[in-house]
């Protein structure tokens, strides 16, 4: 796939009226995390850990209305107590398993459990060396990374890596874009500051990168690497960019500027709404189908 730039995105711009189903969607697990991130956009750290037998049925469900992509995550979706029983299911139903983890280490131990039934893995990436560590707060997790990205190599296992752009990091960009292609990482996402979680406090205090800035950062990044790594940038600043579900079921927008604010909102819930009652109310909104169109757009999905 071809790098994206800001002409590709207005190329690829969604026209569509409605979306019949998401094509992909994000699947919270569990709360846990190993790792305290200050920016965090998670809103429930306390969520229990999702019932296996009701991820089995919210994949079924997915799947039968037109799902192909999943992305696990949570917290930390290795602290899933049965990570490897989920990943199996979703394997043997023909999803696209892209495992997104901060924890190496903890990759490290499951991998010869799961290595076969995950397409990708994206890593969270904030800095490099102790400097993420000390974002995220917790020791020798950039090495144990950069240990893992070795490991999925041999395995023929895709590494991706997430960063979230914010004021401490915006002008160390091109170091870690340096160490993703020296690393052998294939897609690099940037992320605005989401409002949800830690979001909004963590903007009150450090400020925020606006999406323009973060836009043009990326396009000289794209200058430098070439063809050599591939980059999506996501702002956060249109709504339904992504589309999560919970263990319980709900079904998620984040985010939603419905009540004024980056946050997150309920538009449902898979375990005992109908996919046609939950994507009437998604498709309510002009909006929604525009943000959640353009982040197909962005992973090729269109």
């Keep these: 796939m071809p790098i994206l730039n800001d002409e590709d995105h207005k190329v690829q711009s969604y ?3 409605e979306i019949d189903f998401f094509p992909t969607i994000g699947i919270k697990l569990t709360g846990k995390c190993r790792h305290s991130c200050p920016f965090c956009c998670e809103p429930d750290r306390q969520q229990n850990d999702a019932p296996l037998e009701a991820m ?38 023909g999803f696209y398993n892209l495992l997104l983890t901060t924890d190496g280490e903890l990759l490290i131990k499951h991998l010869d459990d799961i290595g076969s039934l995950v397409s990708a ?38 590494s991706n890596a997430t960063t ?15 160490w993703c292609v020296d690393t052998g990482i294939k897609k690099w996402f940037l992320f605005g500051l989401l409002q949800s979680g830690l979001g909004a406090a963590y903007q009150k205090e450090h400020g925020i ?26 702002e956060y600043e249109n709504s339904a960019e992504c589309i999560l579900i919970y263990g319980d079921g709900r079904v998620v927008i984040d985010p939603s500027f419905s ?23 998604f498709n309510s ?3 929604n189908i525009s943000g959640y169109g353009n982040h197909l757009c962005k992973l090729g999905l269109k």
């Design 121 to 158: 893995v994206r890593f969270s990436v904030h800095g490099l060396n102790a400097h993420h560590d000390s974002v995220v707060n917790f020791n020798d997790s950039f090495k144990n990374i950069e240990t893992a990205c070795k490991i999925l190599a041999t395995k023929n296992i895709e």
């Design 259 to 281: 009540s004024g604010d980056n946050c997150q909102e309920v538009i449902g819930n898979i375990l005992n709404e109908s996919p046609h009652v939950i994507m009437a109310k």
């Design 209 to 234: 990168v606006k999406g323009e800035d973060i836009r043009a950062k990326a396009d000289c990044i794209r200058k430098q690497c070439g063809d050599q790594l591939e980059l999506i940038v996501y």
């Design 15 to 17: 026209t569509k009226e």
């Design 56 to 93: 089995y049925l919210i994949l079924d469900t997915i799947k039968k209305a037109g799902t192909k992509r999943l992305c696990f995550t949570g917290g930390e979706p290795l602290l899933y107590p049965h990570i490897k029983s989920v990943l199996h299911h979703a394997h043997e139903l």
């Design 285 to 287: 909104s002009s909006d």
């Design 164 to 178: 979230v752009v914010t004021n401490e990091n915006v002008f160390t960009l091109d170091d870690i874009a340096e």
